[in-house]
């Protein structure tokens, strides 16, 4: 079977660049990406191709290549739904927040309704492509409501899960290391498995596209974010050990990074993963876990998020302790914002973490990020619901501008590894603040020594 028209439901941060790229990649197939919220409809329209919604480096160049000839945006989700012979599901699958599994199982409530609404509306036989992150055995729920619908429409469910990483998603798309779908093992399944492969070959070599049952696809997905995050705590815990021990996280990293089989990525202490997923993926591992009554597994993965909150908190009790265990009225500069660099992406990142619990002490918080915009800092905390929106507004500035933000500030924090920060005058910020000048680098992404020349007192992760 070729496939002719794909939809895609939901314009997120993978739905968009991952449509973006199959559209560039395969003019003949088009490509429509629909969404509930207008808004974003709109901005991935805008005429001017930096105003998409979603910053990736190499992005808009795609979407202005491809939107247009073979790549839509659009609100008329029934539609897109009808004409397409292959649908992929990407709507977000946040942690719940109610009921049974309330801070830990997924919500399927978006994907619930997009089954039903395929249900609903579909008159020609399709593939469904699982796209979202979602717990093992999704696909027999999906398969439940779209094999009951009575009008003769014949589904196939793929499992097809992201990998891309934010900040790096075109390149990871162009270029991935693998590509992942699974599908049943009978005969209309592997025709199904084959029209996606077929999809992915034209630029995808054939050996990195693997094939498996629905399950392990779906399983696979949550392994690979709990493992990756589980380096991520494994380094931030020895970080700690180094603080107290004059061993240096970075040179640890390096010894052991360069055994081949430990490998050296994923291995820079930080103050704490942050991004949409690590968290929520891991939590849901653990909840999945325990439904089937293994408490061990479940501690053990849950281990990992324990580690990065005490990584966060443990962040922001070392710049307390050091600006002499009151901030109460300091303004401290919050350098980043985003849960990484090149992203305008702020879920979970740990900068909103961190200064929750510095204004918990009533600190003056001045935030500069290059890509986040003002308005989002404040959702971010507000959605916290620590304090009142009003508190917020007076206990935070945002600043358009880093030396403002810097300005008479006791301490600056970096909490996103942007790489223009290594560029700043930092003798004009250290001239600007009050003394002594305290910097906390959660990113070790400064040269300590410059910094102290200057006289910054600096304090680094894990050294
Ligand atoms: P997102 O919140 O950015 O986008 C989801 C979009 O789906 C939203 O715009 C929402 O309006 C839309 N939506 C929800 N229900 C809808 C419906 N019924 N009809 C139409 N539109 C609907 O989320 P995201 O970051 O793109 O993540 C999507 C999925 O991909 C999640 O399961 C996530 O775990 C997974 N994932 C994310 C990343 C990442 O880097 N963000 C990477 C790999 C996998
Ligand atoms: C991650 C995975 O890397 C992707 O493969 C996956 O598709 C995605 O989650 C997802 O399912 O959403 P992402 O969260 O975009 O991608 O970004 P990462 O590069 O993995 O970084 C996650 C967090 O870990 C960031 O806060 C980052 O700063 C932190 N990190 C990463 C470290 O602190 N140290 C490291 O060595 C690496």
């Known amino acids: 079977m070729t496939v002719k028209k794909i939809c895609c439901i939901g314009a997120g941060y993978v739905g968009g660049p991952t449509m973006a790229v199959i559209a560039k990649q395969c003019p003949d197939i088009q490509v429509t990406v629909v969404d509930l919220n207008e808004a974003r409809i709109a901005a991935w329209n805008d005429q001017d191709v930096n105003k998409i919604p979603v910053y990736e480096p190499g992005l808009s ?178 970080s700690e050990l180094c603080e107290h021990t004059e061993a240096e996280i970075n040179e640890v990293a390096r010894a052991i990074g360069t055994d081949s089989r430990i490998g050296p990525k994923f291995l820079k202490a930080s103050v704490g993963f942050g991004g949409s997923c690590f968290q929520k993926d891991i939590l849901n591992l653990v909840y999945i876990a325990r439904s089937y009554g293994l408490t061990e597994v479940a501690d053990y993965w849950e281990q990992v998020i324990i580690m990065n909150d005490h990584q966060k908190k443990r962040f922001a009790n070392k710049i307390i302790r050091a600006l002499y265990n009151t901030v109460n009225g300091k303004k401290i500069a919050f350098l980043g914002w985003a849960f990484k660099k090149d992203t305008n992406d702020t879920r979970e990142s740990a900068a909103i973490y961190v200064a929750d619990h510095l204004l918990y002490e009533q600190a003056q918080v001045a935030v500069y990020d290059p890509k986040v915009v003002e308005q989002q800092v404040y959702i971010d905390l507000d959605y916290l619901a620590t304090r009142s929106t009003e508190e917020n507004k007076t206990l935070v500035t945002v600043q358009n501008d880093p030396y403002e933000a810097c300005k008479d500030a006791h301490a600056v924090a970096i909490l996103t590894e942007w790489d223009e920060f290594k560029d700043y005058d930092w003798q004009r910020i250290y001239d600007s603040m009050l003394k002594p000048a305290k910097i906390f680098d959660g990113r070790n992404l400064l040269d300590k020594k410059k910094l102290e020349e200057i006289g910054f007192q600096v304090h680094a992760i894990g050294s």
């Open 61 to 238: 160049d795609i979407v202005a290549e491809a939107r247009g000839r073979n790549l839509f945006f659009s609100t008329e989700v029934d539609k897109a739904i009808d004409e397409a012979d292959m649908i992929f599901i990407s709507v977000n699958t946040p942690t719940k927040t109610y009921g049974a599994g309330k801070g830990q199982a997924a919500d399927l409530k978006w994907i619930e309704l997009c089954a039903r609404q395929i249900a609903r509306v579909s008159t020609t036989d399709k593939i469904v492509v699982e796209k979202s992150t979602l717990p093992v055995r999704t696909a027999s729920t999906l398969r439940d409501i779209l094999h009951h619908t009575g009008n003769g429409v014949r589904f196939q469910i793929l499992s097809n899960p992201e990998f891309l990483a934010e900040g790096t998603a075109v390149e990871d798309l162009l270029e991935p290391d693998r590509v992942l779908i699974g599908g049943d093992q009978d005969e209309e399944g592997k025709t199904a498995i084959e029209a996606l492969v077929n999809v992915y070959s034209r630029w995808v070599p054939r050996e990195r596209i693997l094939t498996t049952n629905v399950w392990s696809s779906e399983l696979s997905k949550l392994t690979a974010n709990a493992f990756l995050a589980q380096r991520v705590s494994s380094i931030n815990a020895l």
